[in-house]
């Protein structure tokens, strides 16, 4: 009976210290997988620092940099947040992580999201027609960034750090995010500013053949052709409609279209016209002319522009 009680309470103890065993391990794997989360996250934040100041810093000063060039690296920006999002998408949650993972996943679609709108909205808010919305647009995707700030700081972080103490695991803790430097940017005059001066090195064109062609000329729907006079009534005004055409291989915006008679320059703007369309740009003559006048009317080039000889024509219009 001794002997039994003894093999029996042997027995016990070494289940006792296998069950202990295999809990110790799987404790270890568990806080294992915890560190190895919040190491990954720590990496991806570390990324997004960068790519917040990269993107930040060419706002301050943008240099000689063209409008191609700077939105070219802007998309750069957008790639890389991209696939910041996906990374933290792809990271699992561990453990008690399941929560701090949900508010993760929202601070990066809403840093994310929002460069993917500033991205898309660049080229407009850098070019003529449209830009003043487009800033603002801009303007308001930086209170996204503020917002994906917040929820990092206030919620993210404290809740990684917790669950993190609450298993005993040291070292680990979440480093600060800031992808907004400055609250300025949430002005729309300091956002207009600073493309203002990305802007000003628009001389470069896009790459490919640039090129516009006057086409037809009308007034009060009349057709006008040089070498002839052309009679139209005056008697509701004079509006002369101008169409143009794409003749390159690339979108223009904010095509300039001037009309001078009698020493009075007029001009109207076609805001965008996409390669190899046409498009109309309709000016009213004020003061209306009367009797027999010269119309000079011209397509201003556009960037990259080299044939010129087809941008312009005049004609001799006899208002009744």
């Known amino acids: 009976m ?9 027995g016990l103890l070494l289940l006792i210290l296998i069950v202990l065993g295999i809990k110790g391990c799987l404790d270890a794997r568990a806080n294992s997988q915890l560190s190895d989360y919040a190491r990954k996250v720590t990496e991806i934040v570390a990324g997004t620092e960068q790519t917040s100041k990269r993107f930040f810093a060419k706002l301050e000063d943008p ?7 700077f939105v070219n690296e802007v998309n750069g920006d957008r790639s890389a947040m991209d696939g910041y999002r996906q990374r933290v998408e792809d990271l699992g949650a561990p453990g008690d992580m399941s929560g701090p993972q949900q508010n993760l996943e929202l601070v990066y679609e809403l840093r994310a999201g929002a460069m993917d709108e500033i991205a898309e909205k660049m080229p407009t808010a850098l070019g003529d027609a449209g830009a003043e919305k487009a800033m603002a647009g801009i303007a308001k995707q ?9 929820v990092y700081e206030q919620v993210v972080r404290p809740e990684v750090d917790n669950v993190l103490a609450d298993n005993g695991i040291s070292g680990d803790d979440l480093p600060k995010s800031t992808f907004l430097p400055d609250e300025k940017w949430l002005e729309e005059s300091t956002v207009s500013d600073a493309l203002g001066a990305i802007s000003g090195n628009s001389g470069s064109a896009t790459p490919g053949v640039h090129g516009l062609g006057l086409g037809t000329v009308s007034v009060n729907g009349s057709e006008l052709a040089e070498g002839g006079a052309t009679s139209v009534s005056g008697e509701e005004g004079v509006e002369v409609e101008v169409t143009v055409q794409n003749q390159g291989e690339s979108t223009e915006n904010g095509v300039s279209v001037s009309v001078t008679v009698e020493g009075n320059t007029l001009k109207g703007e076609i805001d965008e016209l996409a390669a190899g369309e046409e498009g109309t740009a309709t000016i009213p003559l004020t003061p209306a002319p009367s009797g027999e006048v010269t119309l000079e ?19 001799t219009l006899l208002v009744e």
């Open 63 to 69: 240099g000689s940099a063209s409008v191609t060039d």
């Open 297 to 315: 009317v011209e397509v201003e080039p556009v960037a990259g522009e080299q044939v010129t000889t087809n941008n312009e024509a005049t004609f």
């Open 2 to 10: 001794l002997r039994r009680g003894l093999a029996l309470g042997g």
């Open 142 to 150: 930086m209170q996204k960034l503020l917002a994906s700030d917040i």
